[in-house]
T-cell receptor, first 112, second 114 residues
Framework: SQKIEQNSEALNIQEGKTATLTCNYT??????LQWYRQDPGRGPVFLLL?????KEKRKERLKVTFDTTLKQSLFHITASQPADSATYLC???????????FGGGTRVLVKP | DAGVIQSPRHEVTEMGQEVTLRCKPI?????LFWYRQTMMRGLELLIY????????DSGMPEDRFSAKMPNASFSTLKIQPSEPRDSAVYFC????????????FGPGTRLLVL
């Protein structure tokens, strides 16, 4: 069966360090993968999209990699700040076009 | 643009009552999605529409749940009768499926069924 796994344990990190989150999937062949940020009491907010033919994508302090052989995406927050504290969700395109399936999310806490 | 609008933001009801959640997608978006989020199961897709037509409702838990999209600017998700296990946050999201796959989420409706 299809599965998307993110580390369910919270990631505690010191301000200024790089936070690295993983998203592993099985039984998918997604054309693209997305990362979203969710703050408490709010809906997810889109951050980055990376396609299957792209190895890496950057946006400001964020970097995403996509390894279709390993079936894994890594999400990096460089020079992390307390304002980066949130839950980060990866999402994969399903079999039917723009239908997304989300991972369980990883909570990040950046300490000053 | 005001973004995706959902109402109500909070709903407390008693078991057996009918619950109707409402969503106004971003103007110009032609895909609309209903999700449910719980601690145990995470964010689950219930149903999605493309050009007001339901495309995939395989995530709808059971016949107690129904969704409609009578026009491009309005959708409802109805639960009748509601049960305590339906307690969750329900999100609506929209996207413009032709050129971008990213989804824009509303603020959610927090539903508590007693």
């Amino acid at each position: 069966s299809q599965k998307i796994e993110q580390n369910s344990e919270a990631l505690n990190i010191q301000e200024g360090k790089t936070a690295t989150l993983t998203c592993n999937y099985t039984n998918y062949s997604p054309a693209y993968l997305q990362w979203y940020r969710q703050d408490p009491g709010r809906g997810p907010v889109f951050l980055l999209l990376i396609r299957e033919n792209e190895k890496e994508k950057r946006k400001e302090r964020l970097k995403v990699t996509f390894d279709t052989t390993l079936k894994q995406s890594l999400f990096h927050i460089t020079a992390s700040q307390p304002a980066d504290s949130a839950t980060y969700l990866c999402a994969l395109e399903g079999a039917a076009g723009n239908k997304l399936t989300f991972g369980g999310g990883t909570r990040v806490l950046v300490k000053p | 643009d005001a973004g995706v609008i959902q109402s109500p933001r909070h709903e407390v009801t008693e078991m057996g009552q009918e619950v109707t959640l409402r969503c106004k997608p971003i103007s110009g978006h032609n895909s609309l999605f209903w999700y449910r989020q719980t601690m145990m199961r995470g964010l689950e897709l219930l149903i999605y529409f493309n050009n007001n037509v339901p495309i995939d409702d395989s995530g709808m838990p059971e016949d107690r749940f129904s969704a409609k999209m009578p026009n491009a600017s309005f959708s409802t998700l109805k639960i009748q009768p509601s049960e305590p296990r339906d307690s969750a946050v329900y999100f609506c999201a929209s996207s413009f499926s032709q050129t971008q796959e990213t989804q824009y989420f509303g603020p959610g409706t927090r539903l508590l069924v007693l």
